[in-house]
């Protein structure tokens, strides 16, 4: 893994994010030898080889790693020629989220009663103007914070913090068994979403239910077709 860095301007201050990145691909030259390696485990759905040989075909389980396209050719008179192989390795690739709902659940939800308390914070150093209790039993807080500029890249050490807290109330749902399944797909379809890039590649969607006293479990698998293949340098 390699570290990526970017920034990005908010207002007048520079942010520099830093993020963990797959390794970058090794280029291999076109005048090296190399196979075609599956990248994913998957099912072979279809291979094209435009040079190199071929050493599996529709149906056959591969795991990362194995070579799909060998580079290298067999001839009657040449024998074994080395080459760079090139070629399309389709395979089905699945994808899969899973998630209980059980059926009684406690939620909750806003009253509508909010109430607000100010502290000031001076080089983290709090002054608080409010009592710490608040006269809600349950609530959700949420604290913005705002600093005290003297020019357009200068502020000072205080920040003046608003809190607000909104009233919240417990209530019971009771779910039928289609309801929690319905709940359960809508997460995990969401989820699923997010890892498959090319929607149009997904070509089935299987639901799977695993039914208990208090609960359902619910698995959602996409299989995907997808270009399974990358070049892999032959050490010779």
């Known amino acids: 893994m390699y570290r990526g860095y970017g920034m990005k301007l908010i ?22 030898y190399c196979s075609i390696v599956a ?16 050493l599996v075909e529709e149906g056959d389980i591969v795991k990362k ?11 009657k008179y040449t024998g074994t020629r080395y080459v760079h192989a090139t070629g399309d390795v389709k395979g089905k690739v699945w994808y899969s989220e899973k998630e209980k709902v059980y ?6 939800k806003e009253t509508g ?3 607000k308390k100010y502290s000031i914070n001076i080089n983290n150093f709090v002054i608080n103007f409010y009592k710490k209790l608040s006269k809600f039993e349950i609530y959700d807080t949420i604290s913005e914070e705002k600093k005290i500029r003297i020019s357009s890249n200068f502020y000072l ?26 709940v359960a797909k809508k997460d995990l379809l969401l989820k699923l979403d997010e ?13 799977h239910t695993n039914e208990s006293k208090d609960y359902i479990e619910v698995e959602v698998i996409y299989e995907v077709l997808e270009n399974i293949g ?3 340098k032959i050490a010779l």
Do not use: C, L
């Open 11 to 32: 207002g007048t201050n520079a942010v520099i994010e830093i993020v963990e990145a797959d390794k970058a691909p090794n280029i291999i030259n076109k005048n090296e």
């Open 39 to 54: 990248k994913k485990d998957s099912m072979i759905y279809s291979v094209s080889a435009q040079n190199g040989t071929p």
């Open 65 to 75: 790693g194995t070579v799909v396209i060998g580079g290298w050719m067999e001839g």
């Open 103 to 108: 059926y009684k659940q406690d939620k909750k």
């Open 113 to 115: 009663r909010a109430e």
């Open 157 to 182: 050490p205080i920040k003046f913090v608003i809190i607000e807290n909104h009233e919240m109330e417990k209530y019971e749902i009771t779910y039928s068994k289609e309801e929690a399944i319905e």
């Open 195 to 207: 890892k498959v890039q090319n929607k149009e590649d997904i070509i089935n969607t299987y639901i």
């Open 230 to 232: 990358t070049e892999e």
